[in-house]
Structures are given as C-alpha cells and as structure tokens.
C-alpha cells in the first residue's frame, strides 16, 4: 500500500463516519417537542391536510410570538381560540371576540406536539390556520 492509497482510504472512512454521524437524527423531532402543555389544537396545513395535535407548543412555549408593528407581543394560548396565517402574516382571533390582525410572524418557528401516530412539528410557515383549545383532563 502506498501513502496516496493509505490517504485515500482514511479520508473515505473519516467520511463515511461523520455522513452516519449525521444520519443518527434523521427523522427524529427532538428540542422542544417533547414539552407537555395543556392544550391541543387543529391544525391545517398549506396542502389542505387536517391533524389534531395534542399537548401543543410553538417552540416549545404556550405563547403565540409576533411583531406588532415595532414591538413585539406574546400572546398566552388561554387567550387564543384561533390563528389564521398567509405570508408569514397571522390574525389572531382572542376568546374574547376580539381579534388582532396584521402581526409578522417567524416563519421558522415551529409547532410541536403529539398525535395518535406520534409526534408532530411542522414550520408555522407552512400552517393555513391552528384552532387553539384547552386540553380535555
């Protein structure tokens, strides 16, 4: 075996180990998705598709974040019945009957949770609307 050869061989297992290394967290929703929280949701995905979510977060906080204007506003789950979102731009309708429209949202941040399948977590970019309830005890 020459030295060319002896360098070959060890960068494609240097390689090799840092590709599977890599691979060992594919398909896993690790971080905040493992945070209990008392409430569920329905949520409707950009392609139409349905899934209740129970013990639902946003990045693993029972708040919904968003820039209102230049500041910023946390709003508690217990005060939301509903979020509706379109180009990172939610309305917020409040159990109160109110509503509160026009806020920037994070599109990176993501919802967790739990469904009868497993867990869950899906980009808030890519949500239509999530209906907000308390969990059932």
Known sequence: MNIRSGIFISGSILFICFFLMGMSGMGSVTGPAVTES????????????????????????TTFNAFMGKGKVHIPFE????????DEIACISMKNSGELCNLRINGISKIYGKTSFGTYQISLKDVLWIEIMKARQ
């Not at 005060?79 to 379109?86: E, G, H, V």
């Open 79 to 86: 005060n939301i019945s509903r979020i509706d979102l379109k």
């Open 38 to 61: 008392p409430f569920d949701a329905k949520i409707m995905d950009t392609t139409k598709n349905e899934v209740v979510v129970l013990s639902v977060t946003i990045d693993g906080k």
